[in-house]
């Protein structure tokens, strides 16, 4: 019975980092993104004015530009856990479930923000979400189910 939830673990953390690795590709891009806003590089657009470019600037502001490094910083780092993790769970070695909370923390936080900003689009986000938080739970369920009881 042990080796089905660590198979079942071990499965759930290989397609975390598959998909983490999608989410940190496309935050990388969104970073550049945003380097590229608030540089002003877009002045040299055919086609937009003064006006619409400091618009734009403006509304991007410092905390927003945080959030985004930030998350695609520790993206990153859990994509890389999510890959060690599944390199552990080959060898029969038990993980942490921290970086599995992190995930679930980091997923409602999207799903807040896109219930706040709520659009047809934020619907296939929040649906999304649901289906990261599925496959960090299973991880941390079979882990409490794989620990020695003392």
Not at 15 to 42: D, E, K, P, R, Y
Not at 59 to 65: A, E
Not at 70 to 95: A, D, E, R
Not at 110 to 123: C, D, E, H, K, P
Request: aromatic share 14%.
């Amino acid at each position: 019975m042990n080796k089905n939830f660590l198979k079942s673990t071990k499965l759930c953390t290989l397609l975390l980092a598959i998909i983490l690795t999608i989410i940190s590709i496309s935050m990388i891009f969104s970073s550049f993104g945003m380097l590229v806003l608030q540089s002003g590089a877009l002045n040299n657009i055919e086609g937009v004015n003064q006006a619409d470019m400091n618009q734009i600037t403006q509304s991007v502001s410092f905390f927003d530009s945080f959030l985004v490094y930030f998350q695609t910083v520790l993206y990153l780092i859990l994509t890389v856990f999510m890959y060690i993790f599944n390199s552990k769970l080959k060898k029969g070695v038990l993980v942490s479930k921290v970086p599995y909370f992190i995930i679930i923390f980091l997923q409602v936080y999207g799903m807040v923000i896109s219930f706040l900003n709520y659009t047809s689009f934020a619907l296939i986000g929040i649906l999304f979400s649901i289906v990261i938080i599925l496959l960090a739970l299973f991880p941390i369920i079979n882990l409490f189910k794989l620990e020695p009881n003392d």
